[in-house]
């Protein structure tokens, strides 16, 4: 059975550190693509980072410099480390995985078949 569960969501000031976990089960993530997205009420889901199978990483130019993305093949486990957050960094966090991509990137939710339930990050002032 596919699982992805987050974790380690929470409430932060502004300036704060949080690292989310996705810990995957049913599949092996070493052997696809996979990702954060985020969501705030009233926006469509948008990619944070992005992490092949060969562990090349890409960013969201918000994120860009703050957020890191990592995976542990053994742990099976997909992790964000988020520095220097800001208000503008709330929303529910989602981890997601992929196997097949056309473009240039795994940059779209489209290209994601196995979902997390999402972890909300709150950062006040």
């Known amino acids: 059975q596919v699982q992805l569960v987050e974790s380690g969501g929470g409430s932060v000031q502004a300036g704060g550190s949080l690292t989310l976990s996705c810990t995957v089960s049913g599949f092996n993530i070493a052997t696809y693509f996979s990702g954060w997205f985020r969501q705030t009420p009233g926006k469509e889901r948008e990619g944070v980072a992005h992490?092949?199978?060969?562990?090349?990483?890409r960013y969201a130019d918000s994120v860009n410099g703050r957020f890191t993305i990592s995976k542990d093949n053994v742990k099976n486990t997909l992790y964000l480390q988020m520095n220097s957050l800001g208000i503008e960094d709330t929303g529910v966090y989602y981890c997601?995985?992929?196997?097949?991509?056309?473009?240039?990137?795994?940059?779209?939710?489209?290209?994601?078949?196995?979902w997390g339930q999402g972890t909300q990050v709150t950062v006040s002032s």
């Open positions: 992490i092949y199978r060969e562990d090349r990483t």
């Open positions: 997601a995985a992929g196997y097949r991509y056309s473009g240039d990137g795994p940059f779209a939710a489209q290209w994601y078949t196995h």
